[in-house]
């Protein structure tokens, strides 16, 4: 027996030496990226170490510490200032703060251990392609479900490129961190196979050269399709940067009192240029510029500032919005409060993402051990989301706005959420007086911000403490802006036409959540292909005894229903792209259960009818104590038609499946049989008995394959499963708007009650047969091309398509809603 003897430290250290070299490279690069300017470009390949070395490490212990390396690393190389920060705030100094992030390394980016795991779990059953697809999808999966305390994803990376970042407003920062996963991916496959030919890199190096050049051409496209701004109504703000921090120690030195006196005295000075000699349309303030209540003073001197700001508001004539606190029975929040001329205050918005525990500590967290440990703790409660608010202005004109307080700017949902009640400009305000010494951090915050213009195509004024302050139009430049730590004040119009909804004020922040339902459809492909299952020789079997329904069709009878289904068909795509673009249409239910209803059910129910008026059941096999060859039977009602199976030439599927599939029996002697229905081709290719020749176009025998019950059962998809989505969305309609689940029966009895519901249940028909409707299109699309481009791959590729689209049909329906009424 003979063992394997110990490797010395100089071996072990040797043969770590390419993973040291891999993450020195990722530091480099990563840290370049992170500089920002024209370094941006190296986004493309600052990831590309970080594949290479994961690759390298098959086990999951070591995977785990390879991911845990790299989360190390890039928060070493990215975001240092941000330990320094938390050392200067806690003051545990610079040093300590720094370990304590890096200790935290894989909490703070926990995207990159999804990743790795992903990956690697993903390798061991599929190719390389999909685990490099369901890796990236798995980081932008987990930055969805883990929000991060800088909202910082790869895709702000792109943000110095004019053209690339365009691409924000149809799948946000997430759809383009996901791009440049993927530009990484190829790379590093391109590279992985540079000794195999031009033929094994060449396709994952054209991936990679597409990725940018398509997000370049959507970007030059966008920007040259910009309205021109002259003809556009414009806002007019003056932005307020007074440049006073550190008000703790101002504080102790000078007083409250007399801090909040220089502090009001100094806004008020630089609001007064903004207004009389800048004609600014209104002011905004930097967030809790006014550190205490508004309009529910706590002493008297309170008070005496509460009214002497609103008379000034009054002298201005124009409308202020400024930091400050509000206050109810649940505690105090940090709030922006909007104050008119003449009028007073109009209301506050509330902020909604609190910054965790400097701000706001949960109350499963709270309590007085900790804030003994921690002094520095936050009191404030979170806002309940966005609320909308005018600027009314001297030319008499209302424009509403959505003001975004510090982290609320890190969420895009906020914004969007915004967009969707019709805002047309976001006022944001921040303080990042925690960020004087580390730039980086104040910087980054403003890219960020700059994101939710694109997304939402709304202009932006943002206000900090003491930098960066900007102009931020729809399509992510800031016009106008100040330094970091210099007092200036920036007056500036920006364009505030009616904006048109983008994808992502449609479909929300979708990329996460779509990346999360696929992986979640990868992990539940080997259950589905138990549950459903192509037809085969056994199950043929069943079906001999059983007979299978087909249709009979007369020529008339073949052409009405054909012209029936295509005019159903394509009307409910036609209905599901009005959906998908009109808003005014989307907005009127009642109207798309009536065209749904005309132009969809009604000519579908005649083509039913007038397949069972012809429907009949086809059989086969020997007669019972009958020792005759098999025979073939059709049989309808009393009437039955018997062929011997020996007369059989051959059958013929029909050339075009949809949206009425059948097939032509062909006998010897004798006219042919001329069959409408899916399923009798398929078991009669797998049955033994009649031997067949193979169908020569595999699409049609793809097809054909797939069986037409189990959870595909029209039934299912289009009653039950609508009805199982109707009845919490119709449960939870009712406790809103009549405080109780049984609110209307009680209001209006029962007859209201039922037809309420019939009303949401038809409507959840209508939406799931305009879900399925486009997965059919997709689906049928991705099984044709295949089956012409890999005729041996039709089948498996036409039962992977299906089930996938039962998964997002029955799986994915139910989530979404699920998030929806989790307001997700």
């Known amino acids: ?78 975001f240092s200032w941000f330990g320094v920060a938390i050392g200067q705030y806690t003051q545990i100094g610079a040093g300590w703060g720094l370990a304590l992030l890096l200790l935290l390394a894989p909490v703070f980016q926990p995207q990159i251990l999804a990743y790795a795991l992903v990956r690697q779990a993903v390798q061991r059953h599929h190719g390389a392609g999909v685990a490099a697809l369901a890796a990236a999808g798995a980081w932008v999966a987990c930055e969805w479900a883990w929000p991060k305390m800088l909202g910082d994803s790869l895709g702000h990376g792109l943000y110095p490129s004019l053209w690339l970042r365009q691409a924000a407003d149809l799948g946000g920062v997430a759809g383009l961190s996901l791009l440049a996963l993927g530009l990484n991916e190829a790379l590093a496959a391109a590279w992985q196979r540079r000794r195999a030919g031009a033929r094994a890199w060449g396709f994952p190096l054209a991936v990679a050269g597409a990725i940018p050049l398509l997000l370049a051409i959507y970007g030059a496209a966008t920007l040259a399709g910009r309205p021109a701004e002259a003809d556009q109504p414009q806002l007019r703000i003056g932005l307020v940067q007074a440049n006073i921090t550190d008000l703790e120690a101002r504080r102790r030195a000078q007083g409250a009192y007399a801090v909040v006196r220089e502090v009001l005295d100094t806004h008020y000075a630089m609001s007064h240029d903004a207004v009389e000699r800048q004609r600014a349309d209104a002011v905004l303030w930097s967030e809790t510029v006014y550190p205490t209540t508004f309009a529910q003073p706590k002493s008297e001197a309170g008070a005496e500032l509460d009214r002497e700001i609103v008379s000034i508001v009054n002298a201005a004539g124009v409308p202020f919005v400024f930091g400050t606190y509000d206050r109810d029975r649940e505690g105090e929040y940090n709030a922006a409060a909007f104050v008119e001329p003449g009028r007073g205050l109009l209301g506050f918005y509330r902020k909604t993402r609190p910054f965790p525990l400097t701000e706001y500590v949960p109350p499963w967290l709270d309590g007085p051990t900790l804030r003994g440990l921690l002094p520095w703790l936050g009191t404030w409660q979170p806002g309940n989301g966005p609320r909308p608010l005018p600027l009314r202005l001297r030319d008499g004109r209302e424009v509403p706005v959505q003001a975004l307080i510090c982290r609320d700017d890190v969420d895009p949902s906020l914004a969007i959420a915004a967009a969707r009640l019709g805002v047309q400009a976001l006022l944001t305000m921040s303080n990042d007086s925690w960020f004087s010494r580390v730039p980086q951090g104040a910087e980054l915050h403003q890219a960020v911000a700059a994101f939710r213009s694109i997304e939402t195509r709304l202009p932006q004024f943002r206000v900090t403490t003491n930098g960066f302050s900007g102009l931020i139009d729809a399509t992510g430049t800031v016009r106008a802006g100040t330094g970091m730590n210099e007092r200036a004040l920036v007056v500036g119009s920006l364009p505030v036409p009616q904006p048109v909804p983008t994808l992502m004020v449609r479909w929300g922040d979708w990329v996460g959540p779509t990346a999360l339902a696929g992986l979640l459809l990868l992990a539940a492909g080997p259950l589905l292909r138990r549950l459903v299952r192509p037809v085969t020789p056994a199950t043929a079997g069943a079906m001999t005894a059983a007979g299978v329904k087909v249709a009979v069709l007369p020529t008339w009878a073949w052409g009405l229903t054909l012209a029936l289904r295509t005019l159903a068909r394509v009307a409910v795509l036609v209905l599901a792209a009005a959906w998908l673009t009109d808003e005014a249409f989307r907005a009127n239910s009642w109207g798309q259960l009536r065209a749904f209803v005309a132009a969809v059910v009604l000519p579908e129910a005649v083509a039913l009818c007038l397949l069972a008026a012809f429907g009949a059941r086809l059989r086969w096999g020997s007669r019972e104590g009958a020792a005759a060859e098999p025979r073939l039977q059709l049989s309808r009602g009393t009437h039955q038609l018997e062929r011997p199976l020996s007369d059989l030439a051959g059958m013929t599927r029909w050339r075009w499946p949809l949206p009425l599939s059948g097939q032509t029996l062909h006998w010897r002697a004798g006219p042919a049989w001329h069959l409408a229905g899916q399923g009798a081709a398929a078991a009669l290719d797998a049955e033994p008995a009649l031997n067949l020749a193979p169908a020569q176009a595999p699409f049609e025998a793809a097809r054909a394959a797939w069986p037409p019950g189990g959870l595909a059962s029209p039934a299912l998809r289009f009653a039950l499963l609508p009805l199982g989505l109707a009845i919490p969305a119709f449960l939870l309609h009712q406790h809103i708007a009549y405080g109780a689940w049984l609110g209307e029966f009680h209001s209006y009895g029962l007859r209201a009650y039922t037809l309420a519901f019939a009303l949401w249940w038809a409507a959840w028909i209508w939406g799931v047969t305009a879900f399925a409707a486009t997965l059919r299109v997709g689906i049928e699309g991705a099984a044709w091309l295949t089956a012409h481009l890999r005729p041996a791959w039709a089948q498996p590729a036409r039962l992977a398509l299906e089930r996938l689209g039962l998964l997002a049909l029955f799986g994915g329906l139910p989530v979404w809603l699920g998030l929806r009424l989790a307001g997700l």
């Not at 370094?39 to 991911?67: D, K, S």
């Open 1 to 78: 027996m003979t063992t394997t003897p110990a490797r010395t430290w100089r071996e072990r250290l040797l043969s770590r030496l390419p993973d040291l070299g891999l993450l020195a490279a990722l530091a480099v690069l990563l840290g370049l990226c992170a500089q920002g300017g024209l370094a941006w470009p190296l986004l493309g390949v600052g990831w590309v170490p970080a594949v290479l070395l994961l690759q390298r490490h098959a086990g999951w212990r070591a995977t785990g510490l390879a991911a845990w390396a790299v989360a190390v690393v890039y928060t070493a190389a990215a």
